[in-house]
């Protein structure tokens, strides 16, 4: 089959014919339609510091994506050939004390496929039966297919109490315009969005922004707006050092900021003025509760909200080089492969 | 002044003159423009065996309200003369465990105006300051005078976890129909009323309900939509033994359910198989939380939340029989006076 | 094999010879070394309303043992032959709402062992390896073999805010006595243990009650403890009508009420008064958090918690009718079986 | 009076002779019994840059203390000449936001006594009625004079989970020595207690800890005793970088560090490493909840809570200068004045 691999510790995906996955009893195989390009695709694609440091060449990559089931291994009693699915792409051991008491998203034992085995972009891919989720007959595979950064948005956004709150998301990336959607649906009373370029500030507007603007326009926006206390909660959303010590300015006291977005570097933190003495909750993000935030999107999306919107660009698995230059060009939502 | 008063221990209101009250330091005098009947003026009027063991003729009666503030006491610091306010009816010890850790709601020394003291179904009405609730100019004296009842319902509310959850409200008085509303721009994903009068099920569609059926049909609709699992939270709203019955039926295990309708006497529960297999969690509502659930109104208000298709009848003081009938006919919606 | 069977729609359980019980390739063959016997089985070995609706014989009895592992499963990675070990009685299908939510103690397709498949009361048993629990060294079998009652106090105890709460616990029980020993444990300032046995008043102030009193002094002993408000939290462990009325009217205001004891048949609750006005949680409590509860339990096992004062009566499997009337007598404290 | 003034804008206290306070309606007047040393006063002391940019000479300094009343304003109900008392040293505005909705001790309108007026190292003091609050009869005025930071450590302690818990306290200073016995009463499974003084160890041990010991041992220390993943829970008390550093590398994926400690300076923090990719949750400690916290407080101490072993100083109000050494010597639990 075809896929996108990671062959060597150097720069660069290529298109490749490898063998079709063999599944375990446990596992199923999937028929790849959509697969969403991902910030994390772009390190590999790089192969930074964090990606030499992580991944072992040779691999195909990808994390997200929708399909439908081929075939099911022996053991699999839930899933059958025919089931249109997406899934969750960390694999957990299930055992730990994180997996045993809700916390299997931060499981220590996580293999993430496109990462550490692999991954989606391919036509075909393996999948442990219990990490498989079913689609809606209604949800098409473009949504599904983008089922694993919306759920770090859900993640992010339903983890602060949003019914009434103001809320301040700096960045306008895909996942931050997704939590866009997601706090005005779930009665946010305001979403101030932030972002440097107008092309993304312009879908945070579609997704219900009350305000999308310019950095440098928050603090009065948010001022006004609050009785000069500042937003109760903050989404991070960029990873940038100035948008990180914007978010701790602009939050209220005993306000409540979820970091998602990941810096590339150290940042020199006071954490004194900024967090303690204000009496801050931060709550660093990781995945999608397992499986509570995709119950939490099937929900919304049998409601109604719709995504789709974020969707940008749409590439060929041969032009892997124009979809991570699209997401790189800084004017990308979400960028997704159509594979069959 | 003219006012509403409760004169002896018997059934009826009476319309009589009456001194103007006398504010103390701490307190603000409040002309009142709207007042809103309730269920409780009502057991007040019939003069009911709880009505009876309370109340202590003669008073004046009502307790929601809003207003414009005409004088205030030599204390106060935040009302001015002039301010369009409305208020909390529970005027508590501010002192007790309850009140020192945020349940003033149920502080045991409460005092309720209209039931423990005078009312607010008159031209004046004295107000301690800590009580009083600034309207935002937009917010008419329409929609203050029902901040009372509408708090009860986005207590019951926001008291549960809503985002993407299904929804069952027994019960479209007044409250059920507010909540129905709250509900649904706090992210539940599908909300079931049901009443078994057509005109409040209207009522209950306006404000957005998903589904406003008779309580005969909430089974097979609710069983259709959750895997019959049943629902993850029921509001009951009614008081009737048949709808708590059937919420406690038609809740999923685990699941919540938010008690404010008051039964009017005993009920057989089958403790184990109706509460304790099922896992479930249940919750007393009283009130509204001092302040947070005020403020929550507020927020839903300023996002464009609007509550006045539930109001329904509108009456002068001098027509307290008509109003009184209007509420026990079970077609209204929120029945107010017009006072000034 | 040596097994207690259910044999008959009769009351009573018969001392047999079975076939050990094969595994199937996801579980673990465990040789019994002590069970608990519990009032669950001597509603089966009665033969009750409950039991001759919910269970069908002939299948081996009983769901709260320890022993060690002497086979396992061709799947199975992380239990060994040798392994010390006791298991969630509890078999949950792990796919539902409620398995992928955090809450498959409630899991509608659970089966528990001894009540819908066979149990522990038998020199062998199959487990699926997911649920079994591994005992440090230093904990007997004894203590293993009384895990799942001790866990339902764990879960009744530590759903509640125990840090400086006053609280009582209605009945004594065996998980009651445990759960007096888990709330002074856990930081509660009082403890007050309720029962009509003086033998069981004995074992709560052993496992460190404050007061260990008859029901009918309850009432005197808090309110003068807590300024006439109540208790902050009540554990009822009894199922007994009057203890019920008598935890909904002893818990303060906004106060929290644990149901655990199963009452065997309906009662009259006065809802408005009992529960809504007081603004009351109650919170039904079935098996224990899987598996949050069980580590909690190894945690405090390992800090020095010591439950083994509970037990009080051991017999052998030829002695199942004196099991059951220990039991019945009321008198005991926990009663095992000492199988191999 | 006698009184402890910060006079100028220097380094220093001044032993003066100033007017008695005058109360004002809602005030009470307070003779001073003890009053606790702390690193605010230190910092005050030093005049360093935070001191320079926050308050204004000349003022009265200290804000912990106990004492009894002398006299009451005209409006004050509930606090009685005679009264054995300590207060709350944060004087809120108690309408705004935050003070409505639980969140008082974040304020934004906060004055602290001994910071913003005049405080308590002084033979009398006035505080509003609001903020007294009464010892129990045999607590001692040493422990009333202590109850602010030891409120401190109830606050950063308490709202972490600690049942069963694994802690770590990074640094035993008065209030993390505190914490160690909270922690420990609160049914922590595991305490560890680091600090680079062996005389805090040894206070440390005293108020319970399960391992006092060095920073550079408590890798080995935790990772052994956690199976590799870390402690559930740190309180980090020091403020020092290295230990901030320590707290977010030895608390498991998944777990909460409480930040009370105030750095001196700006920190470089890796916080994709260091705190998004573990999932963790970050709480900065304000003062004590008001008045959960006091509730807190009084039920440990009537359950037997002793703190006293913390106070290892005590001065008369003319050794200001040996009292602030004590502290900076870092060889001091808790520095008291005895005044009174």
């Known amino acids: 089959m075809k896929a996108l691999v990671k062959e060597t510790a150097a720069p660069g995906f290529k298109l490749k014919d490898v063998p079709e996955p063999k599944i375990r009893d446990?596992?199923?195989?999937?028929?790849?339609r959509r697969a969403g390009v991902c910030g994390t695709d772009v390190h590999i694609y790089d192969w930074d510091a964090w990606a030499?440091?992580?991944?072992?060449?040779?691999?195909?990559?990808?994390?997200?994506?929708?399909?439908?089931?081929?075939?099911?291994?022996?053991?699999?009693?839930?899933?059958?050939?025919?089931?249109r699915v997406t899934a969750e792409g960390h694999i957990v051991d299930g055992r730990c004390l994180l997996c045993r008491t809700g916390n299997a998203h931060v499981c220590p034992f996580t293999k993430i496929i496109g990462v550490d085995r692999d991954g989606c972009f391919a036509e075909y891919i393996a999948m442990p039966a219990t990490n498989v989720w079913h689609l809606d007959d209604n949800v098409?595979?473009?949504?599904?297919?983008?089922?694993?950064?919306?759920?770090?948005?859900?993640?992010?956004?339903?983890?602060?109490?949003?019914?009434?709150?103001?809320?301040?998301i700096t960045?306008?990336?895909?996942?931050?315009?997704?939590?866009v959607g997601i706090c005005k649906t779930a009665g946010a009373s305001r979403v101030i969005a932030t972002d440097v370029n107008e092309t993304r500030l312009e879908l945070a507007r579609k997704m219900g922004a009350t305000d999308a603007i310019r950095p440098e326009q928050a603090e009065a926006v948010i001022m006004a707006a609050t009785d000069n206390l500042g937003v109760d909660v903050v989404l991070e959303m960029s990873g940038v050092p100035a948008a990180i010590h914007q978010a701790l300015q602009?939050?209220?006291?005993?306000?409540?900021?979820?970091?998602?977005?990941?810096?590339?570097k150290k940042i020199e933190i006071d954490l004194a003025k900024e967090i303690i003495f204000k009496g801050l909750t931060l709550y660093g993000v990781v995945g999608r509760r397992m499986y509570q935030t995709w119950?939490?999107?099937?929900?919304?999306?049998?409601?109604?909200?719709?995504?789709?919107?974020v969707i940008t660009h749409r590439f060929g698995l041969n032009e892997a080089d124009a979809a991570i230059a699209a997401i790189k060009s800084g004017e990308a939502g979400k960028v997704i492969f159509e594979i069959a």
């Open 52 to 83: 030499s440091g992580r991944c072992k060449p040779p691999f195909t990559v990808g994390h997200e994506f929708a399909g439908d089931v081929v075939s099911v291994g022996r053991l699999v009693a839930d899933v059958r050939e025919g089931d």
């Open 171 to 179: 960045g306008c990336g895909p996942i931050g315009i997704f939590a």
């Open 26 to 32: 446990d596992e199923v195989l999937i028929r790849v």
């Open 140 to 168: 098409s595979f473009d949504v599904g297919g983008i089922h694993d950064p919306m759920g770090n948005a859900f993640h992010t956004a339903l983890t602060a109490e949003l019914a009434g709150a103001t809320v301040l």
């Open 295 to 309: 119950h939490q999107m099937t929900r919304f999306l049998r409601a109604g909200f719709d995504p789709t919107p």
């Open 250 to 264: 602009l939050v209220r006291v005993g306000g409540r900021v979820q970091l998602l977005g990941i810096p590339s």
